[in-house]
């Protein structure tokens, strides 16, 4: 019996800890905020320090928000904002990770929004959607994904409401193009199974820059849209489709 416990203990010592989610909740009379991530993030810590001054921007205007709309609104509610990190892709060469965040400031309707950080493990730095490819090519590579994600934005467009956008409704050229900082949302996707990312997704929250009826996008972008482009570095985390 004794050999028995003893054995037991080696084995629970032996055990692997594995580290827990990160689950972390500001509360106030004026607001809560939560902020979850996944460990395989917050255990990098130049990453975790990302996520954290991401989270610690959000948080103050919130907070100042708050205050302010308390202080002339007597009717105010206090601000509940939950921001949840998820696991996009994952290999050897680099972490891909979105935020959804849900914001009940007292509005008409919940706001939205979202956040992406795309890591590079070995270089240990966040990767720009513009880094991903040859220099002299990144203009192409970024034409051609914002061609991709117009088409993927009017044929959501067109399933939601039943009809093509027209000239007052087309406003995809209002948040997609050409340009880093149009398409910096973005995260790496991959195939159940698959050890390769398969694409991108571009997130928009609603109403970002568009109208809020049209609700959030999530526009996917195969990889074979713009895998000539891949800087040599990055070709084998893709595959393209």
């Known amino acids: 019996m004794k050999a028995s416990a003893t054995l037991l203990c080696l084995a629970l010592l032996a055990a692997p800890v594995l580290a827990a989610d990160y689950d972390q909740t500001e509360k106030s009379p004026l607001y809560q905020l939560r902020l979850r991530a996944p460990a395989a993030a917050m255990d990098i810590a130049p990453l975790r320090q990302q996520i954290l001054a991401l989270y610690t921007a959000d948080a ?21 904002i939950d921001t949840n990190w998820r696991v996009t892709f994952e290999n050897d060469a680099v972490l891909s990770l979105s935020a959804e965040t849900n914001a009940d400031t007292g509005g008409a309707h919940p706001n939205q929004g979202f956040q992406t950080l795309v890591w590079d493990k070995k270089g240990s730095r966040v990767v720009p959607i513009e880094d991903l490819f040859v220099p002299e090519q990144k203009q192409a590579a970024l034409a051609a994904i914002a061609d991709a994600a ?88 893709f595959t393209p489709g």
């Open 60 to 80: 103050e205007q919130a907070k100042s928000d708050a205050k302010d709309d308390k202080d002339s609104n007597p009717s105010f509610s206090p601000y509940d």
């Open 150 to 237: 117009t088409k993927a934005w009017t044929k959501t467009y067109t399933q939601r409401s039943g009809q093509k956008p027209g000239p007052d409704t087309d406003v995809a050229k209002d948040g997609i193009g050409a340009d880093a900082d149009k398409l910096k949302t973005y995260a790496l996707t991959y195939a159940k199974g698959q050890a390769s990312a398969n694409g991108i997704v571009l997130l928009y929250g609603a109403g970002q820059v568009w109208p809020h009826v049209l609700g959030d996008f999530r526009l996917s972008v195969p990889a074979g849209v713009f895998a000539k482009y891949l800087a040599p570095q990055w070709k084998a985390v």
